[in-house]
């Protein structure tokens, strides 16, 4: 079963490009990856989604190599307001379906001016 | 807002109270979850619903009780409790199922006593 490893924590600044990497080495062929976000006191809130090579929406990309043994979420300049925790979750597949969420314990980022 | 509200936002309750927390959604979604956020471990998924039928139960203990009445309601029966399940309890709907984006309510905000 997958198991999902991330950084505890990152800083960086303003305008500049975030990338988060989350290992999951015993992902299977038609497990998923998921990285929501989320800020104090509310519950998370999902960023993007996808299964191989990268996908891109307005407000981040994941790349995601061909082992896909690691995903990788970027987020383009940052701001103040991209403070918050994120978590990679991988949607592990067995015979009834996606009903094994395996989240990290998250990455804290820290934005300063 | 996200769609999906849950109340109460706090709630005390000692070892020996029952109680029960309670989610509605208002997206028109199929697929309904319970999840457990405590400070030292990552997010955990607790129960899954879909179209009102329990898919997925995570080896939870019988002192929590979910219940589905309808697609819209999601509930979580509290009955004697323990300090260590004092936690964030997270309700989450999604439109097609486990695998799609899932919205999250702000959470309930449990302490035992």
């Known amino acids: 079963l997958a198991k999902t490893t991330q950084p505890i924590s990152m800083d960086s600044y303003e305008g500049q490009e975030v990338n988060i990497t989350c290992s999951h080495n015993?992902?299977?062929?038609?497990?998923?990856i998921t990285w929501y976000q989320q800020f104090p006191s509310q519950g998370p809130r999902f960023i993007i989604q996808g299964y191989k090579t990268k996908v891109t929406n307005e407000v981040a990309s994941l790349f995601i190599p061909a082992d896909r043994k690691s995903s990788t979420l970027s987020l383009p300049r940052v701001s103040l307001s991209d403070t918050a925790v994120y978590y990679c979750?991988?949607?592990?597949?067995?015979?009834?379906?996606?009903?094994?969420?395996?989240f990290g314990a998250g990455t804290r980022l820290a934005v300063h001016p | 807002e996200t769609g999906v509200t849950q109340t109460p936002r706090h709630l005390v309750m000692g070892m020996t109270n029952k109680k029960s927390l309670k989610c509605e959604q208002h997206l028109g979604h199929n697929a309904m979850y319970w999840y457990k956020q405590s400070a030292k471990k990552p997010l955990e998924l607790m129960f899954v619903?879909?179209?009102?039928?329990?898919?997925e139960n995570n080896s939870v203990p019988s002192r929590f009780s979910p219940e589905c009445p309808n697609s819209s309601h999601l509930f979580l029966h509290l009955h004697t409790l323990q300090p260590e399940d004092s936690a964030l309890y997270l309700c989450a709907s999604s439109d097609r199922g486990t695998d799609d984006e899932q919205f999250f309510g702000p959470g309930t905000r449990l302490t035992v006593l």
């Open positions: 015993n992902i299977a062929t038609n497990d998923y």
């Open positions: 619903y879909n179209f009102k039928e329990q898919t």
């Open positions: 979750l991988v949607g592990v597949y067995t015979s009834g379906g996606y009903n094994k969420l395996i």
